[in-house]
């Protein structure tokens, strides 16, 4: 606990760039809120794998890809309204057996424009999705998680 309070001080002054007293003080409460809310660890965060570096650097270059795309893909939407839209809801499934592997796959799903993560369930995902392409499962499952899984699952499993 006092390790997390120390470097989430030293993080809060090097953000913040003075040592003014009123800086101090709230970082002192911001830090110790959190020491104390998380005073067993973040665990979350350590199921994360480090021989997996080469792959998460691999992930960001691949959100960048998906998130590049889906953009372009609203965009298109956007300035041509007649397109066929078929917005709706999916359900897919993840393989992913961490907890922190579902948050980023959520998250990263929730991130790309034209799909919203309304909920999670064990191994369901419950996705809006702008333009849906199929509601089957499999289908639906290939088109939005599977590229975002193949990362994640060498990162957390």
Do not use: C, Q
């Amino acid at each position: 606990m006092i390790a997390l309070f120390a470097s989430l001080l030293l993080f809060w002054l090097l953000l913040n760039g003075s040592p003014a007293g009123d800086v101090v003080m709230v970082g002192v409460a911001a830090s110790l809120s959190i020491a104390f809310l998380f005073r067993d660890g973040l665990a979350i965060f350590a199921e994360w794998r480090p021989r997996a570096l080469a792959t998460t650097v691999r992930y960001f270059f691949f959100f960048l890809k998906e998130l590049i795309k889906a953009n372009l893909n609203v965009a298109k939407i956007v300035l041509a309204p007649s397109l066929p839209l078929t917005p709706g809801f999916v359900k897919v499934r993840t393989r992913l057996k961490s907890r922190m592997g579902r948050l980023l796959l959520a998250n990263s799903i929730t991130l790309t424009p034209g799909t919203l993560t309304v909920d999670m369930d064990g191994e369901w995902l419950y996705i809006h999705w702008v333009s849906v392409d199929s509601a089957e499962i499999a289908a639906a499952t290939a088109a939005i998680v599977t590229g975002f899984e193949e990362y994640l699952e060498v990162m957390y499993g």
